[in-house]
C-alpha cells in the first residue's frame, strides 16, 4: 500500500507543482525589488503623469495604423532596399527610414508542410503585421533623419563579412552613418557616426551674410551663428517597432511579449495589456543589458554597447507597441569632429546553443533568458544538453527523448534501489508495528515512540519512500517546460504518425484514426501516445496485490486513465517520454521484487488477513 500512497503523492505533487509553482516561488523567492526610476514611471503612468526624464525616446518612429494593408510584396516594392543574405536570414533593409523590416528565418517554416513558407519574423510598415528594428538619433543643434529620410547605401548586399554602410547628410553638412555587419546566423552589429562637418561652413556663411550689414548687431549674430554651428548635443537610439500582438500570446507559465535584462536582471513583468494601459510607457534605466520582444520560439531584442548606461522604455504609441533604448548622456560634437557608439540587433530564433554564444562569446548578458526556464533552468539545461547529444547521435528528436528517459531512470535507479530495500524493511516491521498499536492503543503518544524506537532499532526510514518522489517532481516539470519552449524540437517527426514532437499526438480514436471527416474537441482528441500512458499506468499499478479498502480500489483504478486525459493535451515529446518511463518503471519493478521477495510475500500476507478479515465481518453478519 505505501507504493500506492507514492504514487497518487507525486501525481498530486506534479499537479501541485506543475499549476501552482508560480505562486510558490514568488513568495519563496521574490524577485528583485524595482529601481526608483520604475517605481517613478510605474506611478505616473497610474496618474496619467509624464514621466520626465525619457520624453525625449517617446514614440520615436511610430508609424499610425495604415489606412490600406498592403501584402508583404507590395510593401517590398515601394522603395529602394539592401539586401540581407546570411545562411539563416534573408530579406532586406528599407532605405527610406534606415528600418530593418524584411527578415525570413530560412531555418524554419510556419507549418509542418515543407513547401509552407519561411517564418517571417520581420516585416515592412503597412503590412498586417509590421514590425522592424530602426536606428537613430535624437539631439538638438542638428537637422536629424527621420522615418521618411532615404539613405545612401556603400553596397547594395549585407551578408557575412560584407558590411553595408548607410549615409546621409543634412542641409547643414552635418554626416549620419550606419555600419550593418552581420554574423552567420541572428546577430547584427551596428555602428551608428555623427560627423559635424557643418560648422565651418555655416560660420564662413554668417561671416559673409553679417559683413554686409550696416550696425553694431552684425557682430553678435556671427557669434551666435558660430555658437549654434558648433554645439550640437547628440545621442543614438535603437526601437523594435511591432503593430500587432503576434497570435501566440504565451501560456501561464511562458512569458511572451516585452522583456529584457536591466542591471542584470531579467524581467518578465511585462505583458502588451501591461504596455496599453501605461499612457506615458515604462521607463528603465540599466548599464548595458537588452530589451525586446520575445515570442515563444522567436526573438528581436536590441543590445546597447555593455559598458554604456541607456534609458530604456516599453512604450504603446499610435496602436504600435514599442522597445526603445537610447544612451543615457547626449555626447557635445564640436564643428568638425565625429561621435560613434556601437550597439547589436538580435533578430532570430530562440535557438539554445546560439543564445549561449551570444551570452558566452559574445558578453551579451543573460540573453538565454529570453527563453523562459523558469525556475528549473539548471535541470533543464541539463537536460536539453543531453537531448541535443543524442540527437546529433540518433537524428531522430523522439529517439534522443528515449536516450534522455534512460538516462534518467539510470540515474534514479540507485534511490529507487534504497526505496525498495527501506520497503522491505518496513514490510517486515508490520507484524511488530502491529503489536505495539495494540499494545498502546489508548496511549497514542507512548505507541509513537515506541513506533520510532523501533525504526531506530531496526534502522529503517519510513521517509525514504517519499525522496523519489520528490526528485521526480522538478525532472518533470524541467522536461515539461524544456520540450514546450525548445525550438529545437519543433517540427521534428518521431517515427509512424508523429510528425511533430512539439503538438499532441494527432491520431485519436474518437475520430477513428481519421477516417472519419471531423477533428474532435481537444479535451477528447486521446491519441494513441496518451492511450499508452494509461495502459502503462494501469500495468504498473496491477504488479501490486489490489487494496482492500473499496475507496483506495476506486481511486487506483480510475487514475491511469484520468492520466490518460489530463496527458492528451500535452506535446507528444512529453508524452513520450512518460510511456518510455512508465515502461521502464515497470521492468524496474519486477527486477526490484525479485531482490525483495519480503516485500510482496508481506502484501500478499495482508491482504490475505484482510480478506479473511472481512469474511469473518461478512459470516458473523449473515
Known sequence: ?????????????????????????????????????????????????????????????????????????????????????????????????????????????????????????????????????????????????????????????????????LEWTNPQGQKFEILFSIDENYMINVTQKFTNNGGQTTIQNATEENAENDGDTAPQNTVAQNKAAQDVEIAPFGLLNRATVPEDQGFWN????????????????????????APNGVDFASKGGWLGFTDKYWLGALIPDQSASIKAKFTAPDGNYQTIMVRETQDKVAAGASISHDSRLFAGAKEVVILDKYTDEYGVPKLDLAIDWGWFRVIEKFFFLILNTFFGWFGNFGFAIIGLTVVVRGLMFPIAQKQFKSMAVMRTLQPKMKKIQEKFKDDKQKQQQAIMNLYKEEKANPLAGCLPILIQIPIFFALYKLLLLSIEMRHQPFILWIKDLSVPDPLTPINLFGLLPFTPPSFIAIGILPILLGVSMWGMMRLNPPPTDEIQKQIFGLMPWFLMFVMAPFAAGLQLYWVVSNLLTIAQQKWLYSRYPQIKEQMAKEAAEKAAEKAAKKASGS
Open 1 to 165: 500500500m505505501e507504493d500506492r500512497r507514492n504514487l497518487i503523492l507525486a501525481v498530486l505533487l506534479t499537479g501541485l507543482v506543475l499549476f501552482g509553482w508560480p505562486y510558490v516561488a514568488d513568495y519563496f523567492f521574490p524577485q528583485p525589488e524595482p529601481t526608483a526610476e520604475q517605481i517613478a514611471a510605474q506611478k505616473a503612468d497610474k496618474s496619467g503623469a509624464s514621466t520626465g526624464s525619457s520624453s525625449d525616446i517617446s514614440g520615436l518612429n511610430a508609424n499610425a495604423a495604415p489606412k490600406k494593408i498592403l501584402t508583404v510584396a507590395q510593401a517590398l516594392k515601394t522603395n529602394a532596399r539592401v539586401k540581407i543574405e546570411t545562411p539563416k536570414l534573408s530579406g532586406s533593409i528599407n532605405l527610406e527610414g534606415a528600418k530593418i523590416d524584411d527578415i525570413l528565418l530560412l531555418a524554419h517554416r510556419t507549418e509542418l508542410a515543407e513547401d509552407s513558407p519561411k517564418v517571417r519574423l520581420f516585416a515592412p510598415v503597412g503590412t498586417k503585421d509590421a514590425y522592424y528594428a530602426s536606428f537613430g538619433w535624437v539631439g538638438k543643434g542638428a537637422q536629424l533623419p527621420d522615418t521618411k529620410t532615404v539613405w545612401t547605401p556603400s553596397a547594395t548586399t549585407l551578408s557575412p563579412g560584407s558590411p553595408v554602410t
Open 254 to 277: 511562458v512569458h511572451v511579449g516585452p522583456m529584457g535584462v536591466f542591471n542584470d536582471v531579467a524581467d518578465y513583468d511585462w505583458e502588451y495589456d501591461d504596455v496599453d494601459e
